[in-house]
T-cell receptor, first 114, second 113 residues
Framework: NAGVTQTPKFRILKIGQSMTLQCTQD?????MYWYRQDPGMGLKLIYY???????DKGEVPNGYNVSRSTTEDFPLRLELAAPSQTSVYFC?????????????FGEGSWLTVV | AQSVTQLDSQVPVFEEAPVELRCNYS??????LFWYVQYPNQGLQLLLK??????LVESINGFEAEFNKSQTSFHLRKPSVHISDTAEYFC???????????FGSGTRLQVQP
């Protein structure tokens, strides 16, 4: 009953370092998303994917990269980490057909850049 | 692009009192609206959604929301809250272009004994 799984849960990065946030889902969902959550700002869409091999930018893509080589996995890469990337990151997925289908979220990854 | 506005960042309320969390959306021909709840240190969970049909939608734990087209609102209500309802609540609208949700800034519901 895993759903959407994110790793790591917590991470501290130094300015300029790089890292990858891992996300995997076991529901065979076509759509996957990365959001970031900042206090008082709600969630902002970073990148999304409508299927393996297809990715596109959301509202706030700068400083991030993604890939989608399989249906299950959607890693988010941070290159040259900056303090502005300190945030909580959520991966999510949904089945492809129908605008009303529920989006399922992972439990989040807390990232601090110092 | 469609957007939602949550007018209250925090709502303190006493246990067993009624509560209303406000959400307004930008007008569109068709709109799909959602409420998600986030308990401390957890991900978001769907509370309820409006797609079409009856303008009053309900969740399994006593919350309800009413889609009001003339006022472009989708307020969340509960007639009697419990301590366990303490959480952050997010209103969201379906972005047909990106096929993703666009979220409001959230309302923190604090239920006091």
């Amino acid at each position: 009953n895993a759903g959407v799984t994110q790793t790591p849960k917590f991470r501290i990065l130094k300015i300029g370092q790089s890292m990858t946030l891992q996300c995997t889902q076991d529901m065979n969902h076509n759509y996957m998303y990365w959001y970031r959550q900042d206090p008082g700002m709600g969630l902002k869409l970073i990148y999304y994917s409508v299927g393996a091999g297809i990715t596109d930018k959301g509202e706030v893509p700068n400083g991030y990269n993604v890939s989608r080589s399989t249906t299950e996995d959607f890693p988010l890469r941070l290159e040259l980490a900056a303090p502005s990337q300190t945030s909580v990151y959520f991966c999510a997925s949904r089945r492809g057909t129908g605008s009303g289908n529920t989006i399922y979220f992972g439990e989040g990854s807390w990232l601090t850049v110092v | 692009a469609q957007s939602v506005t949550q007018l209250d960042s925090q709502v303190p309320v006493f246990e067993e009192a009624p509560v209303e969390l406000r959400c307004n959306y930008s007008s569109s021909v068709s709109v799909y609206l959602f409420w998600y709840v986030q308990y401390p240190n957890q991900g978001l969970q769907l509370l309820l959604k409006y797609l079409s049909g009856s303008t009053l939608v309900e969740s399994i734990n006593g919350f309800e929301a009413e889609f009001n087209k003339s006022q472009t609102s989708f307020h969340l209500r509960k007639p009697s809250v419990h301590i366990s309802d303490t959480a952050e609540y997010f209103c969201a609208v379906w972005d047909t272009g990106r096929r993703a949700l666009t979220f409001g800034s959230g309302t923190r519901l604090q239920v006091q004994p």
